[in-house]
């Protein structure tokens, strides 16, 4: 049997209107309500993580505040499970756990040969999205240890000697910094990891449409990328808690906006090559 590879047909990039987003948001609850705790873990784990990082890094803010944005950098990949039970609803399938844990575990399946690299495309997106994050982490803390006028070791330092300081212009700095590092990000992860799930592409090709989606919809993906940083503060500054339901409820709505962005039609689904004795059954 020949080494199945990926399509080397483009996707097809669709036009959508400008409150196209706000869609999305209410199809995302909708999904939440039907796939209940499995989709609500999702927030709940990242949360945890969260926690996690606020506890190792309380007395370090200026380590926090970069290590939290950049937490979300990596976002689009957590979510993989929630796109996943998107998909499933989309099929009147059983959106559950059984569901999330083949997306994790059992993906590679839909590869025969180990060794090409659209077998890692998921992978190398992780890893890409993940050196992004750590080199804003290390950018951030750069810029606040060395331009603060006094060490940033809590929440209240940084509002008083960053956010709200009158002699420097470091918040403007730090703003603008971290803008440029996420608008790229922005534009190459919006609909690539949904896609590399759910098509058999490569990684390069998934970036490019999702560059692509950007340029072809600038204000309705505007609108979207300042929805999701709105929905993400909220959430950060209840204490994390409001994660719990953004988290769930922003990934399954990035599902419906790769449906709605993007048309795979003509190219070959992932699941089609996976292989028949998988343990959780085709991805």
């Not at 990082?53 to 370090?60: K, L, N, V």
């Not at 804003?136 to 330092?157: E, Q």
């Not at 956010?163 to 470091?170: E, Q, Y």
């Not at 803008?179 to 098509?199: C, T």
Request: glycine fraction near 6%; aromatic fraction near 10%.
């Amino acid at each position: 049997m020949p080494t199945p590879t990926p399509s080397n047909s483009a996707p097809r990039i669709k036009t959508i209107g400008m409150m196209q987003p706000l869609i999305w948001l209410v199809q995302g609850l909708r999904d939440v309500v039907r796939s209940g705790w499995v989709s609500v873990f999702h927030g709940l784990a990242l949360t945890i993580a969260g926690i996690i990082i606020i506890a190792i890094a309380r007395h370090r803010f200026w380590l926090l505040a970069g290590a939290l944005s950049g937490f979300m950098v990596i976002a689009p990949v957590l979510a993989t499970g929630l796109y996943a039970l998107s998909r499933a609803i989309e099929r009147r399938e059983k959106a559950n756990l059984s569901v999330v844990l083949k997306t994790w575990l059992n993906w590679q399946h839909s590869h025969f040969n180990k060794w090409d690299s659209d077998y890692w495309c998921m992978v190398q997106f992780g890893l890409l999205l993940g050196a992004a994050a750590t080199g804003w982490v290390l950018t951030s803390a750069a810029l606040i240890t060395l331009l603060a006028p006094v060490p940033i070791n809590s929440p209240l330092d940084f509002v008083h000697h960053v956010v709200l300081a009158s002699d420097n212009w470091l918040f403007e700095i730090w703003l603008a910094v971290g803008g440029v590092m996420a608008a790229p990000l922005f534009a190459s992860s919006v609909v690539a990891m949904p896609l590399l799930l759910d098509r058999r592409v490569t990684l390069m090709q998934a970036i490019l449409t999702s560059w692509q989606t950007v340029l072809e919809n600038p204000a309705p993906m505007a609108l979207w990328a300042a929805i999701i940083m709105v929905f993400t503060m909220l959430g950060l500054g209840s204490l994390l808690l409001g994660l719990i339901p953004v988290i769930p409820m922003l990934g399954h709505a990035s599902w419906h906006a790769y449906r709605d962005l993007v048309d795979v039609s003509h190219i070959e689904a992932r699941e089609a090559l996976s292989a028949p004795d998988s343990q959780f059954g085709n991805l």
